[in-house]
């Protein structure tokens, strides 16, 4: 049975044995998950809808569906990138990083260029996150609290990927599940022993999460995936 001192001790040993590469590779991470934040700094709703409406309703209705036309075509245009992007490298980046620090623990001095093993089987490895996405986003419309239960549950996919790549979507989310089974509480509490650095990287505006906080908790994660993995 893993304890959570012993997870974070190899964890750290590993970070601290390769250090830099550990920042980089944490820091490219965390550029491409971090999503969502540059939409809901997109507009000053009130401002934006209260201008927007004020210069439409000067148009004619034959100009105002041209404008709205041409905005649902900019939207349509947006998505299809974006889902492209996610594709061909969101994905990738995401499962070719959780490869570095599993590698990284495992082996030791883990190589950067570990990262383009996740630019392998594109369509696995978009249709298991999607997947996976797809079941969290589910979970959380129903609640939020089996919405976080679940985030643990699915917690181990991106390792599974390039370890078990004969396994299919489902059954690499139904491996996560089993191998997070009876230890989900015990994840939540090794995260959250990890809020104390996370408030110090808020408070030096990101520079301790970039350097220490984001590299740490990543080995941390791939250590407890081989635990479980090691343990199954």
Known sequence: MWTIG??????????????WKSVLVA??????????????????????????????????????????????GFVG?????????RIFLTN???VGCYRFFKKNVEEGDAE???????????????VTLFLRDLFLGLWFLLLF?????KTYSYKMVPYI???????????????????????????????????????LGIITLGIVFVFWTGPYMSNTDAALYLELKNNQ
């Open 161 to 199: 990927i390039k370890d078990y790549p004969e396994l299919s979507a489902t059954e690499v989310i139904t491996k996560s599940r089993q191998m997070m089974n009876g230890n989900k509480g015990r994840a939540f509490l090794l995260d959250l022993s990890f809020i104390g650095w996370i408030f």
């Open 92 to 94: 990738p980046i995401q």
């Open 145 to 149: 609290i089996p919405g976080i239960v």
């Open 112 to 126: 950067v260029g570990t990262i383009k093993e996740g630019f392998g089987g594109y369509g696995h490895t978009f």
């Open 77 to 85: 245009i947006a998505l299809v990138i974006s889902i492209l992007v």
């Open 6 to 19: 012993e997870i974070k001790t190899r964890g750290k040993a590993a970070f601290k044995a390769n250090y």
């Open 27 to 72: 820091f490219i991470l965390s550029i491409f998950t971090a999503g969502g934040s540059a939409a809901s700094q997109a507009t000053n709703s009130d401002d934006a809808t209260s201008e927007a409406a004020g210069v439409l309703s000067g148009l004619s209705p034959e100009q105002q569906l041209t404008i709205l036309g041409i905005l649902m």
